[in-house]
């Protein structure tokens, strides 16, 4: 009688090895692979702003005087807003972290096609969102090896506000996402996301509450005219995406440092930063 329920027990052993290998797993959903890779991602916890055109070598050395230790730059994609940038490049990209800056690399490839932005609706996601997302995240990681920043680091995918109720628009939009997450997890680099906390944001929560494969494994959000609130986001479960956010809490703000005036969005970040060699 032992050895039978030892065999059984052993046979149930075996079943329940077989179940994990061939079930749906939360590697097949990737996110062990997200927490594995934000290892291999540098953490930073504190102040960030970003701007729409690159700073100079010397405001940003003078504005180490300021309370942000990170800076979002707007390194690549078709939608950016300041296409031209003077300033960056891999040079830069050392030189600023050299001085203590933490970068947050932010790509503005093609928007939804329900994008409210006027100035957004000529670089908009086409009839083939799968494709397109998966050739701008390859685009995305060209980019950001050109610059210097090494495999393991986040790539914030920017998709600016949407009108998420358009079902057909939403499920495009979705799926140009999920492609481009794929397409920069496959090259080595960690796949972020940035929009609005009540459109993309909320997409991308209803998506994970769902079930959903490949999601960004870091999160974003704007909300304006608060204080920071990394954990108390309406749209965020408390328990969702946690040391992988990013709270743009203001935005065109005119400050002054070191004697350079700058309009920046503000954010507070628990989330990876560039890795840069």
């Known amino acids: 009688m032992r050895r039978l329920k030892l065999t059984l027990a052993t046979f149930a052993t075996t079943l329940l090895t077989l179940a994990t290998l061939l079930a749906p797993s939360a590697a097949a959903d990737g996110w062990q692979e997200e927490q594995a890779a934000a290892v291999a991602a540098t953490p930073f916890k504190g102040a960030a702003f970003d701007i729409c055109n690159t700073p100079s070598l010397a405001v940003m050395r003078a504005w180490r005087s300021s309370p942000y230790r990170a800076v979002g730059i ?4 078709r939608g950016r807003h300041c296409p031209v940038q003077r300033n960056l490049n891999k040079s830069w990209v050392t030189q600023v972290h050299r001085m203590g800056w933490q970068v947050l690399p932010v790509f503005v490839g093609s928007q939804a096609p329900c994008v409210y932005a ?3 609706k000529g670089v908009r996601i086409g009839s083939q969102p799968v494709k397109q997302g998966r050739s701008e995240g390859g685009q995305a990681v060209q980019a950001a090896r050109a610059l210097g920043m090494q495999t393991g680091s986040p790539l914030y995918l920017d998709l600016e506000a949407y009108n998420v109720g358009n079902a057909s628009c939403a499920r495009t939009t979705l799926d140009f996402v999920r492609a481009w997450n794929r ?3 496959a090259r080595g680099y960690l ?10 944001v909320r997409q991308m929560e209803q998506a994970r509450k769902a079930g959903v494969k490949d999601l960004p494994a870091a999160i974003w959000f704007a909300r304006w005219h608060t204080g920071p609130a990394l954990y108390q986001e309406a749209s965020l479960h408390k328990s969702a995406w946690q040391h992988m956010r990013i709270h743009q809490y203001a935005g065109d703000v005119a400050e002054s440092h070191g004697g350079y005036r700058l309009v920046v969005d503000r954010n507070q970040v628990d989330a990876p930063v560039a890795r840069i060699g």
Not at 191 to 200: C, R
């Open 74 to 77: 707007y390194y690549a994609g």
């Open 118 to 120: 006027e100035n957004k």
């Open 183 to 185: 397409e920069v997890r």
């Open 191 to 200: 796949p972020g996301f940035y929009s609005s906390a009540g459109s993309g």
